[in-house]
């Protein structure tokens, strides 16, 4: 099931050229951020990192709409981004809200009985809560787009798909990061071919030299050149991989969610009488 979304996807962006637009906006982000980063400083580079998230995030939106709707133009791409924004940012800040919770709770619990959270704890928190979360709810997005719902409603239709639909998912979450390795490691191979002269030094290391190099050692080691090839190569990561994953994960939410409904029970008030019938507001 998992290559046929696939497939999909791939043609869904060879004939909808719209969808690179959060691509190429994510691109772009990610070599300024870098820039930001090496010539202002790491502070100020994480302040405006949360903006560029929400500014990829509003592009995203507007694709996934062209998804569903299987075309359109600019215009009705920026209209969608607006209308559909707050409903795929909400959940998203619920489930941080909700993942921040519960590490403050077991951190302050077992602070309160004299037990300091070491490494372990922060272990088990990462691999045992947040990225569980993160999985269940990771159609949240495509939900609220494709099924017009609202905040709660969006996080339950994720978690019941992917509950429901395990082995398709644990399918679709394979793929997707074998993908992304091999774009990955292509890109890594392009960035190392014009620094090849420059990393020699650095490959004659020891391991114990290597390990001890710091970031600082090693921005001076690549230079200015390096620093420029590395946005360069943020920049294409950006553009190949946000389209086609996004894209991908539309797709296969689409195809799972065509043979899965879910059901919202309405609360019914009433009362029963002194015989016990039941008399329905």
Do not use: H
């Not at 070599?31 to 405006?48: E, I, K, N, P, T």
């Not at 791409?77 to 607006?82: D, F, L, N, V």
């Not at 996080?155 to 679709?172: A, E, G, K, P």
Request: aromatic share 14%; hydrophobic share 60%; charged share 10%.
């Amino acid at each position: 099931m998992a290559i046929a979304e696939l497939k999909e996807a791939c043609g869904l962006l060879a004939r909808m050229p719209l969808l690179w637009i959060p691509g190429i906006i994510g691109g772009l982000l990610a070599a300024a951020l870098w820039l930001l980063a090496v010539f202002s400083g790491v502070f100020f580079a994480g302040r405006l990192l949360v903006l560029a998230g929400l500014v990829l995030l509003f592009f995203v939106t507007g694709a996934l709409f062209l998804i569903r709707s299987n075309g359109g133009d600019i215009r009705s791409m920026i209209g969608a981004s607006w209308q559909y924004y707050f409903r795929v940012l909400l959940p998203l800040m619920v489930i941080m809200f909700m993942t921040m919770l519960v590490f403050v709770l077991v951190v302050l619990t077992l602070t309160l009985i004299g037990t300091a959270p070491g490494n372990a704890v922060m272990v088990f928190l990462s691999f045992g809560v947040v990225l569980p979360s993160l999985l269940l709810t990771i159609f949240t997005d495509n939900a609220a787009v494709f099924e017009d719902r609202k905040v709660f409603e969006s996080i339950q239709r994720s978690i019941q798909l992917v509950s429901t639909n395990m082995s398709q998912f644990i399918r679709f979450l394979v793929v997707s990061v074998v993908m992304v390795c091999v774009i990955l490691f292509g890109l890594m191979i392009v960035w190392e071919i014009p620094l090849i002269a420059k990393l020699e030094p650095f490959m004659n290391y020891t391991q114990e030299q290597q390990m001890a190099f710091t970031f600082d050692q090693f921005m001076t080691l690549i230079g200015t050149e390096g620093i420029w090839v590395t946005a360069a190569v943020l920049f294409i990561a950006g553009l190949i991989i946000i389209p086609l994953i996004s894209t991908y994960k539309a797709c296969f939410f689409r195809n799972l969610a065509k043979g899965t409904t879910i059901v919202i029970q309405q609360q019914v008030t009433g009362e029963y009488d002194s015989k016990g019938r039941w008399y329905k507001y």
